[in-house]
Each structure stands twice: as C-alpha cells, then as structure tokens.
C-alpha cells in the first residue's frame, strides 16, 4: 500500500489543519522552501487516508480538529513503523498547556504556538529536511 | 503580515465562524440548561478557538483577545466549570455582534476606538461569567484504571467527557474496528451512527495493524447505560467490544450530589433589571441579565455578509465537470466533421455532414442547459444564513423592547440566489423591527382586546414555482387606515378624492411611498429616517415585489415575493417601434391582441378589459418616447406581479431568449422601467425592461406619463 519510493527530488511536507485561512498561512511559509511539495489534509480522517499515498518527510499538524484529534493523529504516526521517524510538529494556539505537554509525550518533534512567524516555520522546516 | 488574498479568506472563514458559533448559541439557548449536547458545547468551543488562532494570525489583536475570553468561557462551560445560563448566552451573543462589527472594521482596514471600547468591556464580562466553581480535587479518572497509554491521546475535553461519564456510573467501553484504508471513513462513520444512540462516543483513537498496511483500525471509546448485550448487538461486522476500565466500575464511590444551581450576584448592581419586563423568561434559570445593558451594539449595522464568498457542495462542482467534459467531447466531434469538410474538394457538402452537425448543436444546446444550470445552482444559498442572523438580532430586540413576543422562523432551507439572499437581509431587519415596534402590542393593551398576552411574529418562506415567497406576519395591531388617509393626503401624497375611490388594499399600499410614516415618534429600534419606500426600492432592485395584508387588530403580513435568480433569465423579446426589448418572462402573464375601438378612458388613462378584469394600457412607444404607428389593432403584452396587472402595447412579438442580464452604467442608470442590458447573439445590446418599477412609475396615483426619451 506504501507508494514506491519517490522518484521526484521534491520533498514531500503534510499540513493538517482544518482552518482554511491557517492552512494557506502554512503553505506559503513553506513554499518559499523550492524543494518542498505541499500537501494538505484538512482533518485527522483526511490526514489518515492521504499518509499512505505518500512518501512525506515531514507533517505539520493541528491539535484541536473535529473527527479525530491532533494527539490522536501523532499517537498513530509515532506509533506506526512506516511513519515513526518522520519529525512531526504540532501548530496550535496557545494556552493549552496540557495538549501540549501530551503532544511532546507522544513524540511530536516541534510545538509552535500560533500566532507563529512564518519565517520560524520555514526555518524549522529546512532544519529538519536537512537544507 | 498576510497577504489581502489571504486577508479576505480570513474575512470569510471568520465570519462563517461566527455564523456557527450563533446558530449554535441559539440551539443550545432554546434546548436550555438541561444537560447541553456535549457535541453541541464542544462544537461552540472549537469555534471560538479557532476565531482566536486565525484573528492573532492576521495581527487582529482586539478580535483575538475577545475571542481569547469566549473560548475561556466556553472551556469552562464545556468541561462543565461555568453552567449554562441566560446570562452566559446573553454574553456570547452580544460577544459575536461585537466580533462581527470589528470583523467588518478589519475587512475596510479600519479599527475603531469604540469597538475596542465595547471589546475591552465583554471581555471583562466574559470573564466575570467564566469564573465558575472549581473542578473536583480527587480525579475520577485515577481510581477507575484506565490504560495510561489511551488516556496519553485524550485532550483535555475528551478527558471531561470520560470523566462525566464515569460519574454518571454508566458502563465504558473500548469498540475496536479493522477497516480497509479504502473505505475507512464510511464505514466508520455507519459505526458511529449506531452507537450513538446508545451513548456517547467520547473519543476514536487510529492505530495502526502491524503487518498489515491495507488496513487500520480504530479504538472508539465509548460510554453507555445499555446493558453489554445490546450494546454488543449494535456494533457492526468486525467491531469487538471490551471493558475500557480495568477495575468494576460499582467498586467506585457513588457519584457526588449535582451542584446546586448556582446563583451568583452580578458584580454590576443592576437597578432596572427588571424594567416590568413581560417577555418570557427563557429557559434557563434565570439569573439577572445585565449584559444587556452595557454595551448595546448598534442595532443599525448592516446584517449583510462581509465577503462575496459561496461555500459550495463538491457534488454541485462534480456536476459542472461533467458537463464541461461532455462539451469538450462535442467540441472534439466537431473539430472531426470540420476536418472532414475541409479535406472534401468541390463546391456542396454532403448532406450527412449537415445532419451530424445538427446533431452535435443539439447536444451542444443540451450541455449548455445543464452547465448554465449547474452554475446557477452553485450560486444559490438557503436562507438560513440571513434567518439566523435576523433571529438572533429578533431576540436581542424583543428584550430590549419589554414586549411579550415569541418569534417564529420557517424555511431557511429554501434557497435563493446568494446575491439576493444578501440584499434581502437589510429589509427584512426592517421590516421585524417594524413589526415588533408598531405591529406588537403590550400584553396589557393585547389581554383588553381578547388576544393572547404574548404576541407572535413570524418570518416564513417557501418555494412557489420560480418565485421564493417570503413573509413577516404578527398578529398585532393592524394598520390604521384612517391615519393613513390621514398622513397621505397630511403629506400631498394624494388628494383626498382619489382617497375616497381608493381601495383598501391600495390605501394600506401609500405606506410605501417615499416621505410617509405613520409613526408619532421615532423609537429606539426602528432605523431613522429609513422607511418602508426603502425597502421597497431594494425589492424592486431585486425584481421582487412587495404587498401587505393587513386587519385592524388582527395583524399584518408583507409578503415578499423574489426570483430564485438575477442571474439568467428567459425573456419575451418585443419590438416597438423598429427597437428591441426583452421582458422577463416570468413577468408575463399572456399575451392578447386588442382592437384599438376596444380601448376605454378613465380618468384621462387607456384601459383594456381582459376577461372581465380592467387594467391599464401602457403603450411602450410612449413610455420611451418613440414615434407611434397609427394602428387598427394592438399586441399586448399583459405583466403581473403579485396583484398587479399592467397590459403592455407593443409592435411586435420576436420569440424566447435567455438573457444575461448586465446594469446599466453612466447615464443610462437611471432610465426609469429599464432593469439593465443584453446582449444578443448579434452583438446588438437590447434594454431589458423592469417590470416592477415599471409598475410603480405608471400606476402611481398622480403617475405622469410623459414622454422620457431613451432605448
């Protein structure tokens, strides 16, 4: 069910965000990376169905979505052998300390609070992907 | 920071926020404070949240600290902290007028001292609401034994819900599904539907199936009063059902009492909370409100939308692809029969070929139909949107006004053009306050009468053919005929003779002409200087029309009726005197011919009978000021709009059309009875006739019917 390994030097990036606006935010953050092909999911269930399809080497994810949540989303990916190793951060609003703390437990890599600075976003980004 | 693409798309999704979090309010309102839908709670909760993420995002400080102290209260009343009560709902209401007027400030890049003002104030009031009891000190959750590592994934609303449920001793279980990554969501969602009437779903946790990469499954905890059994028997094929707690949930402590309701002082000594207030106290146990009167938000602000956005259904865009394919497809059998053609020497070209081509145009004709269609449908939007906007505003006016009034709404999924369902919300903010203003009475003055003490005001709308039928009824006082006679004539509006041969119905109708108002005195609620001729020339503007009924003492109704669309419609095209005009069709109710010795005179105007019903004749030459044949005999082209009959001469009939209808601009705008232009096949632009105004110019009592020159 995995895709075959990327033939396309493009590095494949996930955003999962259910708020339209945000998640352009996101997207243009990253599109100033050249080599980083955007993909969205604009819930955990999206997210779940768009993962296999994919070979990504990062995902970008909100905690508070409808169906199923942010930590359930990192508790799936961290917990699942093709995924495991691939840096996932986590972009949500402050002031939820505690879905925060849970979300680092579970093995998120970067917890950027909103309102974020595109720039860090970026920045991160390419530190992970090694650029 | 962002960029004004992505400034107007953070206009929209914040004010469809806002449009979620007050349809939802007014749910959660109406149910009362009987255990909330924890859905419902989470759902408002989530959307403040969200308000508060994109507002900080786009530098909105103001927004997003309001929307920072709803989401606290609304976390609050969601893990069961804050209870639900008139007090906390009025806040949030008046929080998300607030929101939508800065929201409209933000989208002109304005940012006033006043709504900042009126921000800092609710935020203070939120908070004051939020503060409620603290949480349980001994957590539930720690006796009952639940797998830490499920218990990692909860947040900490998931985390509550578990934790109500525990208290309230039902039984908790783990539904464990395997489903193909192919269909996962359907079937998970048929699984959902099952228990949820058994219970609640409180979380779904994805894991994934070692060794096994076409499948996934989910854990959903669940908690239910129902014996295992038919909990059991509700799951389907491939669920396993299991025990989440590892310790019986009877060795548990009984459940604490419930709170006590709790009744706290307001920290502003509301004098006049009671103001002899008649209207019915809502379903909450009613704590003193005194939000109202803190900051009333102007009533005045426009109710429209702020963005020209539609959100629509993919299915309708699936539909338009198709039909673009299948034009595509057409296209390509064409360009064949073309190459065919061209390869052919000599002069004629076989007759199978012009056949093939036929055929072609004709599918060609039938696509066109279906994606015109399509895209009308993608432009259409249900009412709900304005209606909840109105009831919301409707609520806050009837306190406000101290009158006894229950409103009704029906049909908000009747849909409309989006472009209309915009410009209507305006008048019919009107045309409410009008009602709960003039038409509802105190319940005093309603008990003397033999009505009942509460009044009621409705706002309907159905389907009726191509039209949409709208109403706003009360049974209230009735329009005063006498004082209306009186004012018309007060105001030189008409004379008193033709008041005399009026008709009651035209009578109640002069409340529409610019300049009248019946009322003594200028009331807080109703707009200033805004009339019911406004909102009848924003009707007209619509091609809609507007009619009242109304009884002394028993009520009145307006009764709006509007095209489903503005965009394209179906015209009869005329001609009058060697030029071209389009009249919409659905204004047209038949056409006759009309012998020129059949025509009467009264009152110095030309009327016809047509079956027994007299109507003016209007010949268009006239109107447009164009020269006129001397004829024996008249087409007449005979329009109606709600009532009204109007018989149109004309030269000659030229056929169906569908046009496009395109305003005027320059100073061709304000040619009166012309709605716009069209474009015809040939290039040539024909006025398209507006029948409404139309109407209003020439069946004005003192309408004069000189020559205007244009078309």
């Known amino acids: ?131 | 920071m962002a960029a004004p693409r992505a400034l107007t798309e953070f206009i929209a999704e914040a004010n469809e926020i806002l449009e979620v979090l007050g349809r939802e309010l007014l749910v959660l309102e109406e149910a009362g404070a009987s255990d909330p839908d924890p859905d419902r709670l989470n759902a408002v909760f989530r959307a403040a949240h969200s308000l508060k993420g994109l507002a900080s995002m786009f530098g909105l400080e103001t927004i997003a600290r309001l929307a920072h102290r709803a989401e606290d209260l609304l976390d609050a009343l969601r893990l069961g902290k804050t209870p639900l009560n008139q007090q906390l709902v009025d806040a949030l209401s008046q929080t998300i007028d607030v929101l939508q007027i800065m929201l409209g400030e933000a989208s002109r890049g304005e940012d006033s001292a006043e709504s900042r003002e009126q921000a800092e104030i609710l935020g203070a009031e939120l908070q004051r609401v939020a503060l409620g009891t603290p949480g349980d000190a001994i957590d539930v959750l720690d006796q009952v034994g639940i797998d830490p590592q499920v218990r990692a994934v909860f947040t900490e609303f998931e985390e509550h819900r578990l934790r109500e449920n525990v208290k309230k001793g039902v039984g908790l279980w783990k539904v464990r599904a395997v489903f193909s990554l192919d269909d996962f969501d359907t079937r998970l969602s048929q699984l959902n539907g099952r228990l949820k009437p058994l219970g609640e779903v409180i979380s779904t946790l994805p894991s994934s199936q070692p060794g096994d990469d076409s499948s996934i499954a989910f854990d959903l905890i669940f908690g239910s009063a129902r014996p295992e059994a038919e909990v059991e028997a509700s799951l389907t094929e491939g669920a396993v059902l299991s025990p989440l707690t590892s310790q019986p949930l009877a060795a548990l402590p009984p459940p604490p009492p419930p709170p006590a309701p709790k009744r706290r002082v307001p920290a502003w000594d509301d004098v006049s909370s009671g103001t002899g207030s008649a209207f019915a106290p809502g379903p909450f146990p009613s704590a003193p409100s005194t939000v109202m009167r803190i900051a009333p938000a102007p009533v005045e602000t426009s109710l429209r939308s702020l963005t020209n956005t539609v959100r629509v259904d993919i299915g309708r865009l699936d539909g338009l692809m198709n039909s673009i394919g299948e034009l595509l497809l057409i296209r390509s059998n064409i360009e064949r029969i073309a190459e065919a053609a061209r390869q052919v020497a000599g002069p004629s070209l076989p007759k199978l070929w012009g056949q093939e081509l036929q055929r072609e145009a004709r599918a060609l004709e039938r696509r066109l139909d279906e994606l015109q269609k399509g895209v009308l449908d993608v432009r259409m939007v249900p009412l709900g949107q304005v209606f909840d906007k109105l009831a919301r505003l409707m609520r806050r006016l009837v306190r406000e006004s101290g009158k006894d009034v229950m409103f009704e709404v029906s049909g908000g999924d009747v849909e409309l053009d989006k472009l209309i369902v915009e410009e209507l919300s305006d008048p019919l903010m009107h045309l409410l306050r009008n009602a709960l203003d003039h038409g509802a009475e105190r319940p005093e003055e309603r008990l003397k009468q033999g009505k009942a003490g509460r009044a009621t005001i409705g706002l309907f709308a159905r389907q009726q053919g191509n039209h949409v039928i709208i109403e706003v009824r009360d049974d209230g006082a009735g329009l005063d005929e006498a004082r209306i006679r009186e004012v018309a004539v007060d105001r030189g509006i008409v004379t008193r003779e033709q008041t005399e041969e009026m008709e009651r119905r035209d009578l109640l109708n002069l409340v529409f002409q610019a300049g009248f108002s019946t009322r003594r005195d200028v009331s807080e609620l109703s707009g200033r200087g805004v009339g019911l001729d406004v909102v009848k020339t924003n009707l007209q503007r619509l091609s809609g029309l507007i009619d009242i009924t109304s009884r002394r003492h028993e009520g009145t109704t307006f009764t709006l009726t509007l095209p489903l669309t503005l965009a394209i419609i179906r015209a009869l095209m005329v001609a009058v005197s060697g030029r071209t005009y389009a009249i919409p069709l659905n204004a047209v109710l038949e056409i006759v011919s009309v012998k020129t010795g059949e025509l009467r005179t009264i009152e110095r105007r030309e009327v016809i009978e047509v079956r027994g019903q007299t109507m003016p004749f209007i010949r268009l030459a006239r109107v447009f000021g164009l020269p006129e044949e001397q004829r024996a005999m008249h087409y007449v082209v005979i329009v109606g709009l709600a009532q009204q009959r109007l018989g149109l001469a004309i030269d000659e009939l030229i056929g169906q059309q569908d046009i496009v209808t395109k305003p005027l601009s320059g100073r061709l705008r304000d040619i009166p009875g012309v709605s716009g232009a069209t474009e015809l096949g040939d290039r040539r632009a024909v006025l398209v006739l507006d029948i409404g105004a139309l109407m209003e110019e020439l069946l004005r009592p003192q309408a004069s019917l000189e020559p205007r020159t244009a078309g």
């Open chain 1, 1 to 131: 069910m995995l895709a075959s390994p990327a033939v396309s030097t493009l590095r494949k990036v996930l955003i999962v965000e259910d708020s339209g606006a945000t998640r352009e935010l996101l997207r243009s953050a990253l599109e100033t990376i050249e080599v980083v092909e955007v993909h969205m999911a604009v819930s955990g269930f999206d997210a779940l169905k768009v993962l296999p399809r994919h070979r990504f080497e990062l995902i970008i994810t909100d905690i508070n979505m409808p169906d199923i949540n942010g930590l359930e989303l990192i508790n799936f990916v961290k917990k699942n052998p093709h995924y495991r190793d691939t840096p996932l951060f986590v972009v949500t609003t402050e002031g939820r300390e505690q879905d925060r703390d849970r979300g680092l437990q579970l093995g998120a890599n970067e917890y950027v609070v909103k309102p974020f600075d595109p720039a860090r976003i970026s920045e991160l980004v390419r530190r992970y992907l090694k650029l």
